[in-house]
């Protein structure tokens, strides 16, 4: 008996050690409440200071919403198309450099991109400068590819499914928006950029390869690397996972299961590796260190029927999650996942935002999509004074 009771003790502090490390692996929880802003449907989410007041601002299809009260500005008009706002993507970019932001915009069905211009902050009706049209572009988000420019470009996701549109990125300049091909056709559902070859330029990363930058990004028919096939997915990520020095890719499937990440193993070849394949239509991704443990982390979500109900799982239960990852014991990559949201109406949209909207130092998140516009608010720091 007292053999026994002995074996029960160690087991219960060995048990008590392994939860101990466990713990120490995993970062606690990272509370978030949420708010509604808008009940209407969306598929956008944009943080920024839109009238320069001193306070960030959200812009999602039609609206501004002033911050931190969150007050309704209709901006311009947005076609619908079956139901679905035309809308898919919102970026805040200094246009034409008069000092405040602008909203740069992309729709799917209707082929094209443009931008609505700030008028200094005022409310009212934004002028609508148009890019380009007749090419369907479903999203789009701004990189660095000039290493010489502080202004961002604008790198859209050409063609969707067909792949005959042109790949370009756009260049911001001083007086307008220049478009430059870096390769005839496109090359499927999804985009990213990275430095795949060391060499100190972001090339620009797609489904079934990349496109090796040159010295000047301005220089057309840039050279492709067909090394991989990642399907149709979203936002694509490059960064190093497991600390060998190689850059890897994170990404997400946009119309089917699954999140994974692309093991870089050298000389063109890659290794797949499932992070969750347990839910559907992780079609928005953001990359940031959400816990401040010095490691990017991935926010991302439920789309809310996508498809109109053909995409696998549509009819499933909405979830926002964020994931982090670690290094395991013997070496290989373990991912954690952490619920902010499942089984209610919140869903992630096309695009979702992360920044500190309260003032009190911690991150907060903007999700829009059909289901509605909402701000999950990070309770990490929220006994710090708060501009609320």
Do not use: C
């Not at 239960?317 to 290989?332: F, Q, V």
């Amino acid at each position: 008996m007292k053999r026994m009771k002995l074996i029960a003790v160690l087991a219960a502090a060995l048990l008590g050690v392994v939860s101990a490390i466990q713990a120490e692996r995993r970062s606690a929880e990272i509370v978030f409440t949420s708010r509604m802003i808008d009940p209407g449907a969306f598929e956008t989410a944009a943080v920024g200071d839109v009238n320069n007041d001193g306070h960030p601002d959200i812009v999602s299809g039609e609206n501004w919403y002033e911050g931190p009260r969150w007050i309704k500005h209709t901006f311009r008009s947005i076609e619908y198309y079956r139901n679905a706002t035309e809308d898919l993507t919102d970026l805040l970019v200094d246009v034409n450099h008069d000092g405040y932001l602008d909203v740069v915009s992309s729709a799917s069905h209707g082929n094209r991109i443009w931008w609505n211009e700030n008028p200094k902050g005022k409310t009212g009706e934004w002028k609508e400068h148009l890019i380009e049209s007749g090419h369907s572009i479903e999203f789009s988000f701004l990189v660095s590819l000039d290493q010489n420019s502080k202004t961002p470009a604008v790198l859209p996701q050409w063609g969707g499914h067909t792949m005959v549109d042109p790949l370009a990125w756009f260049e911001i300049t001083n007086e307008s928006v220049l478009k430059h091909v870096v390769s005839t056709r496109s090359y499927g559902h999804g985009i990213g950029v990275g430095d795949l070859n060391g060499d100190g330029r972001n090339d620009i990363i797609t489904p079934f390869g990349w496109l090796e930058a040159p010295a000047d990004p301005r220089t057309p028919n840039w050279t492709f690397h067909q090394e991989f096939n990642l399907e149709s997915v979203g936002y694509i990520y490059a960064l190093d996972v497991n600390g060998d020095g190689r850059v890897d890719l994170v990404t997400s499937v946009a119309h089917d299961y699954g999140l994974f990440w692309m093991e870089n193993m050298g000389g063109g070849k890659w290794q797949k590796h499932v992070i969750d394949d347990t839910w559907s239509q992780a079609h928005a991704m953001t990359m940031v260190d959400l816990n401040g443990d010095g490691r990017p982390d991935f926010v991302t979500g439920k789309r809310y029927m996508a498809h109109n109900g053909s995409d696998p799982g549509e009819r499933e239960p909405l979830g926002i999650y964020w994931y982090e990852y670690r290094k395991a014991a013997d070496g290989s990559i373990e991912w954690i996942k952490h619920v902010i949201d499942y089984g209610g109406r919140i869903s992630a949209g096309m695009q979702i935002a992360v920044a500190d909207l309260d003032g009190d130092g911690d991150l907060d998140l903007v999700m829009g999509g059909k289901t509605g516009l909402f701000l999950f608010e990070n309770q990490t720091n929220s006994t710090n004074t708060s501009r609320h």
